[in-house]
């Protein structure tokens, strides 16, 4: 049976660049990944992209900011722990645990870079949009099948991918030009759109690069070792279990935590559920008596839920580690822990309370209206501008100051791609909109649509 092996998993290499990334003493490869995407534009604009509760007035809910750091505080302690199960099997001695950790980190904070403003709303927005618009419609009939699934089928992971190896640093080839390693770990679902029709496990559920930038995962996979899936990608890399763990289970106790900040989960449904996985013992419960106040037990009650999955998690990581290395698990982790099943009840009641709180789901349906409302307008004027130029003709004042508000990117009449492509052309458009807060896609929607001008007063 071929296994991935670690020596390749583990690589420093830096996509697009010729051999492995140039070692500092004190600062590894990996913490350079971290560094460059902590000061990313991307990844700051997440300050204002929502978790679960969009444009919220609370202070302390989150964002995909702050939940994005949270999974790369997990991810590492994850990657550290499981890394000296790892390291222990390694004759490299330059591969320490804590390499592993910031291997997970990196990968962790940069998991929902790629999201679209809204959040999971906003990604179902664009498919509504593409499977709905008359414009869209236009478009559907210049692209190929492959090309239509990367839409109908739009997904803030693949877009993450983008974000990292073309958006961000685009003078270079790679992007940010992380190592290998990181890029790999990153991708939770390693296929193409296509192999979406067919899921294959865990891998399949979704998928992580659109058909533009495919050569560019091949050579992440190919560096890695990871395994080929049919024709349609690659079995995960076994760290990405880790990141899918580390955000599984960031979101399901800090959402909970969340919800009852805004009232929506009483403390005592919350206490217990939280201490089936701590431990019910007389010593904890002491220690919440002492507490002053109810905002700081669910603090404490969060940090040792949060501990007590890390030690599960990492030793069913290590329990299972010929069976990822072999691309043979089709479950993620937190089905295979102990405390599955108390992860499941307190997911169902996030459903069942949280994820359709009244204002989330408010502003989830405008979001649609929104994104519908942008994307016909964007795509409108960059298909009549290109139209008009393939006619020989002037394009239209409208278009023209349209395409004046957007990024360089979103027209380039010189580029023989973006003319000739459809695909190409939407692809820029969506990077520009998915680059967009939510306060910005609410603006920038009030202002086309004339609702809100610069300088009104009303």
């Known amino acids: 049976m071929a296994l991935m092996q670690w020596k390749k998993l583990l690589s420093a290499r830096r996509l697009g660049a010729s051999g492995t990334a140039a070692v500092q003493p004190g600062r590894s490869p990996f913490q350079q990944d971290f560094d460059r995407i902590v000061f990313s534009s991307s990844f700051r604009l997440l300050h204002d992209k929502a978790q679960v509760f969009p444009l919220s007035d609370e202070d302390h809910v989150r964002t995909r900011l702050t939940h994005s750091i949270e999974t790369a505080s997990i991810g590492r302690s994850l990657g550290a722990i499981a890394g000296v199960g790892i390291c222990e099997k390694l004759t490299d001695s330059r591969i320490r645990p804590n390499h592993i950790g910031e291997i997970v980190a990196a990968a962790s904070l940069a998991h929902d870079i790629g999201n679209p403003p809204f959040g999971h709303s906003g990604e179902e927005s664009i498919r509504y949009w593409f499977n709905h618009s008359p414009v869209a419609e236009k478009l559907r009939r210049e692209?190929?099948?492959?090309?239509?699934?990367?839409?109908?089928?739009?997904?803030?992971?693949?877009?993450g991918f983008r974000v990292l190896t073309k958006l961000e640093m685009p003078e270079n080839y790679g992007g940010m030009q992380l190592t290998c390693a990181t890029l790999g770990a990153v991708a939770k679902y390693p296929v193409t759109s296509s192999a979406?029709?067919?899921?294959?496990?865990?891998?399949?559920?979704?998928?992580?690069?659109?058909?533009?930038?495919?050569?560019?995962?091949?050579?992440?996979?190919?560096?890695?070792?990871?395994?080929?899936?049919?024709?349609?990608?690659?079995?995960?890399?076994?760290?990405a279990f880790l990141v899918e763990a580390a955000d599984d289970v960031t979101y399901r106790i800090v959402d909970f935590e969340d919800g009852h900040l805004l009232n929506i989960i009483d403390y005592w449904e919350l206490e217990s559920l939280m201490l089936r996985i701590i431990g019910d013992t007389g010593e904890t419960r002491e220690r919440l008596k002492a507490l002053p106040s109810e905002r700081r037990k669910v603090e404490m009650l969060r940090a040792m839920t949060l501990g007590a999955l890390v030690k599960q998690l990492t030793r069913t990581f290590l329990e299972y580690e010929d069976v990822m290395l072999a691309g043979k698990l089709e479950q993620p982790l937190i089905e295979l822990i102990p405390s599955a099943g108390v992860l499941a009840e307190i997911y169902d009641i996030s459903v069942e309370k949280i994820y359709t709180y009244r204002r989330a789901t408010e502003i989830g349906v405008a979001g649609y209206e929104l994104t519908s409302g942008l994307l016909d307008v964007l795509m409108s004027a960059v298909e009549e501008y290109v139209d008009a130029l393939k006619r020989g003709e002037k394009p239209e004042p409208r278009s023209r100051r349209?395409?004046?508000?957007?990024?360089?990117?979103?027209?380039?009449?010189?580029?023989?791609?973006?003319?000739?492509?459809?695909?190409?052309?939407?692809?820029?458009?969506?990077?520009?909109?998915t680059s967009m807060t939510d306060t910005h896609a609410v603006s920038t929607f009030k202002k086309i649509k004339g609702i809100s001008l610069p300088g009104m007063l009303f």
């Open 196 to 239: 979406e029709i067919k899921p294959v496990g865990v891998a399949g559920k979704k998928f992580n690069f659109f058909q533009s930038d495919r050569a560019l995962f091949d050579e992440v996979a190919s560096v890695c070792g990871l395994l080929p899936c049919g024709n349609d990608g690659y079995c995960r890399h076994p760290l």
């Open 402 to 433: 349209l395409l004046g508000l957007l990024p360089d990117s979103c027209c380039e009449p010189e580029n023989t791609e973006w003319m000739q492509s459809a695909y190409c052309r939407l692809q820029r458009i969506l990077d520009y909109f």
């Open 143 to 159: 692209m190929s099948e492959a090309e239509i699934a990367d839409i109908v089928r739009y997904e803030g992971n693949a877009q």
